[in-house]
């Protein structure tokens, strides 16, 4: 079933992207769409590592949400959210910032 849901999710942003690209003709929108839809799959594969701390690996799903909304926003609008897109950045700083403070030696 969550593979279902990856390949529905990859299939929209892949045609959101098709969509925005016919719009503005421009090959950049294209690349910056892509790299933002491929950086948002890396945030999705980091998600398994942070099931050592469990409420990390919520608000990291959370801001993950948050850089979709932020992405397709993008794709449909042309307007970058930096906070959106940055999101998933900062719970990922929170976790490395927790396992270097509470590490053992």
């Known amino acids: ?6 390949a529905l999710v990859l ?3 892949g045609t ?6 016919r719009q503005s003709g421009d090959l950049a929108v ?3 769409g892509t790299a933002l839809v491929g950086a948002g799959f890396l945030f999705v594969a ?11 690996m919520v608000l990291h799903i959370a ?3 948050l850089y979709g ?4 926003v993008y794709l449909l ?6 906070f959106f897109l940055a999101a998933p950045l900062a719970s990922l700083a929170l976790f490395f910032a927790v396992a270097w403070l509470f590490r053992e030696t």
Do not use: D, H
Not at 1 to 6: D, F, R, S
Not at 16 to 21: F, K, Q, S
């Open 11 to 13: 299939l929209a942003f």
């Open 77 to 82: 609008q042309g307007r970058v959210r930096p």
């Open 69 to 72: 909304y932020g992405v397709t």
């Open 46 to 56: 980091f998600t398994r590592s942070m099931i050592v701390y469990k409420p990390l």
């Open 30 to 32: 294209l690349l910056k």
């Open 1 to 6: 079933m969550p593979y279902i849901l990856a």
């Open 63 to 65: 801001m993950i949400l």
């Open 16 to 21: 959101l992207l098709y969509r925005a690209y």
